[in-house]
Structures are given as structure tokens and as C-alpha cells.
């Protein structure tokens, strides 16, 4: 590895947010970011969750602090944001899909709570950290979108929509701070393989959450989607990967998934 590939970040920029760090592709995004010498601030709604990652990563000789958050509250976001004048890192992971229902039956609510949580939510903590993520001086805004951003499927509408306005603030974003010390990374995922992500989106039933991954012998983990992220954040400064596509092989596309049944 080269010296800028393997370093640790500097000082003013070694702290770094991630939000939704309670499971999946956050907490394992936390524990590579240790990892690498940041000291992780985990937000997440549930706090037995993320204290006990924060054990977790001190007793592995990293450094954590878990941060009770819902990012959809703006006042509480606000609230968290006083306590940085400066950070280098935020990883808006915090998001999830609800149902799988076409257009014509979909639930309204769903949709609603999708679109607060995937875009209103990184709307909001973009915009109370900004400020800090620039005053470090080398800051780095992280939009963990998802392949659902970048093209449509069946029975995925809700989802889809908010990740391609996901897509759209990460973009748009970019263009508008461009010159200043903060770059903006997207990283679109495809079938990721969590203990919650399916789950969730088919409100606790495990046989349809199951049906997601029947024959895939190798979708991807959170693991792999963090050492992603880890790798983009830890590139020189002057590197911005600005969309990171990143599939199982056996995943072509939204649609195209080889099953071995």
C-alpha cells in the first residue's frame, strides 16, 4: 500500500459520523472506520445498540461515542450538530425500504416514512454538520444510496423513488460546494445481505425477507459494502470517488440475479 492509502487522517479530521450505525452496513462502516484511526460518533434511534458497539470498538483499542438520534427530528439534529466545530467525516447510511407493493396498492405512509428517512434524514444532518465538515478543512460528505437510485424494479417504487432523490441531493450537492474543502461520495450498493434490511421490508416476515437471497450463493455483505466506503474516505484528498457502483458478481442488475435453485 502507498503512504497515502495506509495513512491514519490528520487531526482536524479524524472524527467521523455515521448515522444508522445500530446494524448492518453502519455498524460494520464504524468498526472499519476505527479501524483506520477515526474516532466513530455512532447515531442510531436504538441506544442499547449503539452503546454496546461502542464497547465494542474501545475494547478493540478503537475510539467511539454512541449518540442517540432520529435524523428525521431536525431539532434534535441540530442539538447534535452543537457539539462539533469540526469533523471529517460523515456517513449518511441511515435509510431502509418498507414493503414491496406496486404503485397502484402502494401505502401512502410507507412511502412518506421512506422518503423522510432516505432523504429528509441526510437532508438534515448534511446541512447541521456541513458547516464543521468544512471548517476541518478536509471534509467528506458520504451518501450510502443504493442501486435503487439508479434504475427501477417491480414492486419497489417507494424505495426507488427515495433513493433516486438520494442520488439527486449527493449530485446536486457536489456541484454546489464544489471549491470548497469538502467532497461528496456516493456509494450505491445492490443486494446486500443483512440481518435486517429484508426483514424490515417485509415487516418481520421471514419467509418472504428469505426469498430476497434463495440461490444467491454469494450476495454481498455489510462488510464488504464498509471496506467500500472505508476505502473511498481514506483516499487522498484530492480524490473524489463520486459514484461507486458495487454488486454481488451473481447481481447484473436490479433484475438480473443468477439463482442457483
Known sequence: MTAAASAAPATASRIAVVTGASSG?????????AAAGYRVVLTARRKDRIEALAEEIDAAGGQATAYTLDVTDRAAVDEFATAFKKIGVLINNAGGALGADPVASGDPAEWRQMYETNVIGTLNITQALLPALTASGDGTVVVVSS???????????????????EHVLAETLRLEIVGTPVRVIEIAPGMVKTDEFALTRFGGDTDKAANVYAGVAEPLTAEDVADTITWTVTRPSHV????????PRAQASNTKVHREL
Not at 452496513?25 to 472506520?33: D, V
Not at 473524489?240 to 454488486?247: A, E, G, K, P, S
Open 147 to 165: 442501486t435503487a437510485g439508479h434504475g427501477t424494479y417491480e414492486g419497489g417504487a417507494g424505495y426507488v423513488a427515495a433513493k433516486h432523490a
Open 240 to 247: 473524489n470517488i463520486d459514484l461507486l457502483v458495487v454488486r
Open 25 to 33: 452496513i453502519g455498524a460494520a462502516t464504524a468498526r472499519q472506520l
